[in-house]
Nanobody
Framework: VQLQASGGGLVQPGGSLRLSCGAS????????MGWFRQAPGKDREFVAA????????YYADSMKGRFTISRDNAKNTVYLQMNSLKPEDTAVYYC??????????WGQGTLVTVSS
């Protein structure tokens, strides 16, 4: 499975961004898609995930209510809508695909910077 993430950039506090992650290759083997992020000097953390059919979503507690994960089945693309962004949301965001018991395919990351 190959993943291509995009949509990062510079946004002011309180603003919004939508990240996209396109999947190609053996997409039939994907169970779930997820977003993770890694801020400077910190460990990578889970943000959100969605099952491949799009019927179930999962969020880290700190993202609930501000972030929404969704997918477009026809485009094999997963989105992360991020609203009410805060400076502490600044990080490299990675999309990942789970084909077994863990997320084992990763995209290249897209940088989100929240700053005035």
């Amino acid at each position: 499975v190959q993943l291509q993430a995009s949509g990062g950039g510079l946004v002011q506090p309180g603003g919004s961004l939508r990240l996209s992650c396109g999947a190609s290759g053996r997409t039939f083997s994907i169970n779930r898609m997820g977003w993770f992020r890694q801020a400077p000097g910190k460990d990578r953390e889970f943000v959100a995930a969605i099952n491949w059919s799009g019927t179930s979503t999962y969020y880290a507690d700190s993202m609930k209510g501000r972030f929404t994960i969704s997918r477009d089945n026809a485009k094999n693309t997963v989105y992360l809508q991020m609203n009410s962004l805060k400076p502490e949301d600044t990080a490299v965001y990675y999309c990942a695909a789970q084909t077994g018991r863990s997320f084992n395919s990763w995209g290249q990351g897209t940088l989100v910077t929240v700053s005035s």
